[in-house]
């Protein structure tokens, strides 16, 4: 308990609300205590070797406020011996040396053991134990503090919780370090370990899933909307102005398909038609834009992904951009992540991919040819949170064979007074050459919507 009695030594001032998910170790103290205490892929690993006591750790660098609060972490995986083995999450209160204890304690089969220590962190208390069931993510391990009683507590899902034990607090919870330790007591033939994520994180969220099915417009369905250009300034939008002439066509169900061309993999093979029918280009001159989204429930994920298959039919050559975006609206903020892609008007079916960069979008090098009537797939991962957007690249192609492409950049949000919303689009965009005049509609077929989260910021 080496740890814990030093920590009293250096009280750190209580810091706002922490999410870790170990892309780094800077929250953390390290000490290896003849094992391995690593930061890397994302996780925290510590491991006891074969042969040998240890007790590798890891230490907030920060006090919590406990109090009207749950702090959790997610033991990832964790592998032991019967009685010789261990791992332990700790919540101290650093003036006292007294402290809160649930451990994963490896008798057989491995238990979950609620206790606290009191008497400057000497006397051990032992208060509840529950069964160790971990999930697809593994277990996620919690203290919760509310109107003078503490909850030790366990999920599978960081959505249910299960109580272990309740007690009226034993322990201050207004100031408190949080410590992890996988100890091995006893010489084991083996190397174990505990592989730790996700501070007051959910790690996975259930995703919004066939985002093309949808039937009706507003709430979360279907929304449209569309802009005319002239001369590269916008001259009308249909927020406002009545003379933005534009045909798309609506979203009930007979605008919807099933079609067997897809190809594998997919979930199913229905989506929606997104038509352009006509705009007034022919007498205006403008150039025009549609715009199809959805305002989706608002979740506070870190990290998103944009998945769709797509397919276009044109006369010949596809000659509009393709725009695929995914707004976070966070009620002051809106980050937006979204990749493109244009076509060079050459001739050919050639075009390139473009990221959006906060401002304008940036042309990333890499090129793609896109046929009519063609299945594609494309898909990204963006991170939204903490004022700014972050990408690392993104893959497209023929439906189940993508190419990857390698850029990453990152910039902040802009300022914004909607409602917190998750709004994901498909944007047809041709604010430089429209060809939408009569007999050459425009469809752009859409299956395989998906989007997802991780890392998701529990309250």
Known sequence: MAGLVALSL?????????????????????????????????????????????????????????????????????TGVANSTVFFLWAIDESTGNYLELKLDDINPTTVV???????????????????????DGL?????????????????????WTEVASLADPVSTASVTFEVEHKAYVDTSVSTESVVDCFNYKATGVGYHSLE?????????????????????????????????????????????????????YTNQDGYDFQITSTAEPTTHWYYNAYRYQDLPYVDADTWTYHLYFKYAYPQYITQGLEFPINKYTGSQRLQGAVAWYPLRDGTDNGEWSVWTGTTWHATGNYQKLQTNWWYEVTFTVGLHDGYVYYNGFSAGDVGSLSNFSWSTNYPGTSSSFAANIVPAMQIDDNVQDTTTANTRKDCYMAEWHIDWTDERLP
């Not at 417009?217 to 449209?224: A, P």
């Open 10 to 78: 250096a009280i750190q001032p209580v810091s706002a609300r922490l999410y870790d998910n170990f892309n780094n170790a800077n929250n953390w103290t390290l000490a290896a205590n003849g094992g391995t205490s690593v930061i890397g892929s994302s996780v925290l690993t510590l491991t006891s070797p074969s042969g040998k006591l240890s007790n590798p750790t890891a230490t907030l660098k920060s006090s919590q406020a406990l109090s009207n609060s749950r702090q959790s972490i997610l033991v990832r995986s964790h």
């Open 140 to 160: 996620y391990m919690a203290f919760r503090e509310a109107s003078g009683t503490t909850y030790w507590e366990i999920s599978t899902d960081a959505s249910s």
């Open 114 to 136: 609620a206790g606290y220590w009191n008497s400057g962190g000497t006397s051990y208390h032992y208060i509840g134990s529950a069964s160790y069931a971990p999930g697809k």
């Open 213 to 265: 099915d949808k039937t009706t417009s507003g709430g979360e369905g279907w929304e449209l909307y569309t802009e005319g250009f002239s001369n590269g300034q916008r001259v009308c939008c249909n927020s406002g102005c009545t003379s933005c002439v534009m045909t798309v066509n609506g979203v009930d169900s007979s605008q919807h398909f099933t079609d067997t061309s897809i190809p594998a993999p």
